[in-house]
């Protein structure tokens, strides 16, 4: 017994290289995640941009890079058109893209849209990976598969996985509006992320990933993307125009637990913009002098409006420079106004 440990050592210590052990085939998912990974992150690349100095603008710290801040954008198409989030490059006088094969180049912003949280910028032309294929946020289910391709703290051509968590969220902006049908997802999110895509499991883009819900800054199970549909809605009159329309028709509303406090279901008029269509449709917002409710919408075209939300997609449906019917409740009965949908930029 007392030789045990050294016959041990001797005839069965593992001197030499292990042989290696046939692992089988990959199993289906793992076949489709690294499909995906190789076709999409050729596309991938690393958003930053320089206010002056050596201090970087943008929304993610990244201390690998000497303190710049730094997002993820991806190719849009082969003119050299790059997406991001806007708060990636807000404010930045001097950007920086740099492609997965490590090529640096400089890049100008395009145009901005700072209510989607979105930008265009353009790279100097030259042989770019392909754009990434595009999908539909109309059709996501709660359950589905998500990958994320991104940046995390400087860390390039990283992937997450996770599943679509929740659909039609509310997100606000820097600009204090809100996106709308905003993707939760628990893939993997991090600071540097921003700006990156969210795909399906056929590869497409359903969303840019935007944010993250964590107080301590870093991954908690819950991020979120602004959906495809606005995307692809947005993205193309950035490159046309450098901008894109807020549509609106100059209301204030009140928030929506006013309207549950009060017992009405639609959207409560507080006031309207002096000389906007709202004014000049003849929407009332609330007497504060008399204590008296203003005016509440409670459909548009026909369909019910219950908060703001519904409000915002129904005129971005419909489009600047189109009208809508919207059914106000007013002193106990149902009016109709027609109402014009402008671009209402920084206004309410």
């Not at 090529?103 to 395009?110: K, N």
């Not at 849209?113 to 990976?129: M, Q």
């Not at 700006?195 to 908690?220: Q, W, Y």
């Not at 913009?273 to 004014?279: E, L, Q």
Request: overall charge neutral.
């Amino acid at each position: 017994m007392l030789a045990q440990p050294w016959i041990q050592q001797l005839f069965y210590s593992a001197t030499e290289p292990r042989a290696i052990e046939p692992r089988g085939n990959l199993a289906e998912w793992e076949k489709t995640t690294i499909a995906i990974f190789n076709r999409v992150s050729p596309s991938v690349v690393q958003v930053a941009g320089r206010a002056g100095g050596d201090t970087f603008a943008g929304a993610e710290p990244d201390e690998q890079n000497g303190g710049a801040q730094t997002g993820t954008g991806f190719v849009w198409d082969a003119a050299g058109h790059i997406v991001t989030n806007a708060h990636v490059v807000q404010g930045a006088s001097e950007i920086a893209v740099r492609l997965a094969n490590g090529e640096v180049a400089r890049a100008t912003v395009r145009g901005m849209a700072p209510n989607y949280d979105l930008a265009v910028l353009r790279i100097p032309a030259r042989s770019l990976p392909p754009p990434i294929p595009i999908g539909s946020s109309g059709d996501l289910q709660v359950g589905q598969a998500a990958f994320a391709i991104g940046n995390p703290f400087g860390l390039d051509q990283s992937l997450t996985t996770g599943v679509i968590s929740a659909l039609k969220r509310r997100l606000p902006t820097q600009t204090g509006r809100e996106i709308t049908n905003v993707i939760q997802t628990d893939a993997a999110i991090n600071p540097g992320n921003s700006g990156g895509p969210l795909l399906d499991s056929a590869g497409r883009l359903i969303g840019v990933n935007t944010a993250i819900f964590s107080p301590s800054g870093s991954n908690a199970g819950i991020g979120f993307a602004v959906p495809v549909d606005t995307v692809n809605r947005v993205v193309p009159a950035l490159i046309r125009n450098g901008r894109v329309p807020t549509p609106g028709i100059g209301i204030v509303a009140a928030p929506e637990s006013l309207a549950t406090r009060l017992g009405v279901e639609g959207l409560v008029v507080v006031r309207t913009v002096p000389g906007s269509p709202a004014d000049r449709a003849g929407l009332r917002g609330v007497d504060r002098m008399g204590g008296v409710v203003g005016d509440v919408i409670t459909a548009c075209n026909g369909e019910p409006i219950r908060r703001l939300v519904d409000l915002s997609d129904k005129l971005e449906q419909v489009g600047v420079g189109n009208t809508i019917a919207l059914s106000v409740l007013r002193g106990g009965r149902t009016v109709t106004l027609t109402v014009e949908v402008v671009d209402i930029g920084g206004r309410p």
